[in-house]
């Protein structure tokens, strides 16, 4: 996990899969946030500390964000939207601690993120309109859109893919580029501009994210 | 930038896995305690609206009993101002009775005192005017006067209504009476003679009267026949003029 190189390297191997530090991290963060989130969910109260007010900040920024695109889908796009942006806001930042690589640099997890998005869209689409009507909205505003809307189904998954792992792979390398012809602290800025840019990536991917799904839920209504 | 397919697959479960974590362990009771507090909230809200309109309700029904209160004090106020202006008329009237019964019966007094002193002056007035008279009756009195009173009485008894004379005589006839003439002084004779005869003549006795004489009588003649006594004198005129001023 402590690699400074580029390279996704397996770390071992389970059987045919090989489990990789991209892996590796996603799963120490599913089980920090699945430990935190039980920990917190302990220990709610009717009159909020300073922790449960910022939790209960978070959720209804999330909340307030999905009502404003999908408000009448809120309870069926937070629990997905929001895992997204918590996973993408933690997955970008934790390059930062010593010993962590991002999830997110590897196009391995972003494209399955993409994959995941594409996929929701889909899952939304026909479980709220129906198979029919969701497959109904690729003809519109005219059959001939057909083939550009299955194109841009595609390639904007690929694009969600590819902005995040280039933005995040990029950032990692020039940190590691500086770092090599400067010295120690040089990077120190790059990594600054690697905070600011974390939780810009991770609030696009989400947000488009929430726009593809609720697009496929409402491209008629 | 090798796409791993290990990789993509265990990303996808592992984020499926975290979404489902997250919206059992996390999602849910954080937005289960945001729908109690909204409700609570909301709860809140409902019961101090409804206590505001309670206090308003309150306050309309306090201006109300207020108003009512006002409006009662009012006509409390009317009626006892009715009622003290009733007694006070009733007062004033009672005191405007006993005030004219007071000054009736003042003037009464007044003019009681008034007549009492008026009789009193009238009855000096009288009393010396009868002493006066007296005093020179007593002085100026003499024969002549007696003889001028004669001659009234002899022209008054010829005056007699007729039912004076029937009752005269029907004495006399019944019960036959000497007559007594009585003067201040001695009757002449001729005059005595006209008197005896005008007094058998009006009485029908039969016998002559007897004279006799009185300086009481000051001046003038009385004459008793029987129960009757016929007289023209001073004294019995002051008398008259005295008991005139006990008659007023």
């Keep these: 996990m402590a690699d400074n190189s580029l390279a996704i390297a397996p770390v071992f191997s389970l059987g045919p899969l090989d489990i990789t530090s991209t892996v590796v991290t996603s799963w120490v963060i599913t089980a920090a946030l699945a430990l935190f989130g039980w920990l917190v969910s302990r ?27 999908a408000p009448q889908y809120v309870s069926q796009l937070l629990p997905f939207v929001g895992s997204l942006w918590i996973f993408l806001v933690i997955a970008n930042l934790v ?23 594409f996929l929701s869209t889909h899952w939304f689409g026909i479980r ?8 109904r909205h690729y003809l519109t505003p005219s059959p001939i859109l057909l083939p550009f809307n299955l194109i841009s189904e595609i390639t904007r998954t690929v694009a969600l893919a590819v902005r995040l792992f280039g933005n995040m792979m990029s950032l990692e390398m020039a940190a590691l580029l500086i770092l090599m012809v400067a010295g120690f602290l040089a990077p120190v800025p790059i ?10 990536q991770a609030y696009i991917f989400g947000m488009l994210a929430l726009i593809y799904v609720a697009g496929g839920i409402q491209s008629q209504h | 930038m090798e796409l791993s397919w ?12 975290l979404v489902w974590v997250l919206k059992h362990f996390f999602y849910r009771p954080v937005l289960d305690v945001i729908t109690r507090r909204r409700r609570e909230v909301e709860k809140t809200m409902t019961d101090a609206k409804a206590l505001e309109e309670q206090a308003e309700q309150l306050k309309q029904q306090y201006e109300g009993r207020v108003a009512e209160w ?24 009672v005191l405007q009775q006993e005030l004219e019964q007071t000054r009736a019966r003042a003037q009464a007094t007044e003019e009681s005192r008034l007549a009492v002193a008026t009789r009193a002056i009238e009855a000096s007035a009288l009393e010396q005017g009868a002493r006066f008279a007296t005093r020179i009756l007593e002085q100026a009195a003499g024969p002549e006067l007696e003889s001028r009173l004669i001659d009234l009485f002899l022209d008054q008894l010829s005056q007699l209504p007729d039912e004076k004379l029937e009752g005269l005589r029907r004495q006399q006839a019944s019960e036959p009476t000497r007559i007594s003439v009585i003067t201040a ?13 005008s007094l058998m003549a009006v009485s029908g006795a039969d016998q002559p009267p007897d004279f006799e004489t009185n300086p009481d ?32």
């Design chain 1, 95 to 117: 390059g930062l601690v010593p010993g962590f690589n991002s999830p997110t640099r590897d196009l391995s997890a972003t494209a399955a993120l993409a994959s995941l998005v």
């Design chain 1, 191 to 200: 990594l600054m501009l690697h905070i600011i840019e974390a939780l810009v």
């Design chain 2, 185 to 197: 002084y001695p009757v002449p004779e001729q005059l005595r003679t006209s008197l005896t005869q």
């Design chain 1, 43 to 69: 220990r709610l109260q009717p009159d909020p500390g300073p922790l449960q007010t910022a939790i209960e900040g978070i959720v209804l920024a999330i909340e307030d964000a999905v009502t404003e695109v």
């Design chain 1, 128 to 135: 709220i309109r129906g198979f029919r009507g969701y497959l």
């Design chain 2, 70 to 93: 006002k409006e009662e004090r009012q006509q409390a106020r009317d009626a006892l101002s009715r009622e003290l202006e009733t007694e006070r008329t009733r007062r004033l009237k």
């Design chain 2, 6 to 17: 290990s990789t993509f697959i265990l990303e996808i479960i592992n984020f499926l896995v």
């Design chain 2, 217 to 248: 009588l000051i001046a003038g003649i009385e004459v008793t026949l029987g129960a009757w006594k016929l007289a023209a004198n001073v004294r019995d005129e002051l008398k008259g003029f005295r008991g005139f001023e006990h008659h007023v």
